[in-house]
């Protein structure tokens, strides 16, 4: 079955940079579009950045030209590069994996466990 394994996150001070990874198995990465997501308690999960399976990318506007989404299919593996930091991104962050929905919406079908990222000021 598909599985979603986030790594990378971390505590960081404002201004700094982090690089999360998402590992998939169980499917075809190339063939599923991904996303990743962020969620911080008592708040709706935000849709963060999206890339499609030609390497079409879509963001969120408080990340714009400050995060980078990739995607390595021969590793299949999901990043989302991260930098300058500010402490409204402190949050729980999720990878999503679709057969066919694409963006910033929460309808992927499947995702990952999480991983932390905390920003300090």
């Known amino acids: 079955q598909v599985q979603l394994v986030e790594s990378g996150g971390d505590s960081v001070q404002s201004g700094g940079s982090l690089k999360l990874s998402c590992t998939a198995s169980?499917?075809?990465?190339?063939?599923?579009?991904m996303g990743w997501f962020r969620q911080t308690p008592g708040k709706e999960r935000e849709g963060v950045a999206a890339?499609?399976?030609?390497?079409?990318?879509t963001y969120a506007d408080s990340v714009k030209g400050r995060f980078t989404i990739s995607r390595d299919n021969a590793k299949n593996t999901l990043y989302l590069q991260m930098n300058s930091l500010k402490p409204e991104d402190t949050a729980m962050y999720y990878c999503?994996?679709?057969?066919?929905?694409?963006?910033?919406?929460?309808?992927?079908?499947?995702w990952g466990q999480g991983t932390q990222v905390t920003v300090s000021s």
């Open positions: 999503a994996a679709d057969w066919d929905d694409y963006g910033l919406d929460d309808e992927y079908n499947h």
């Open positions: 169980g499917y075809t990465f190339s063939h599923y579009n």
């Open positions: 890339i499609d399976t030609d390497g079409g990318t």
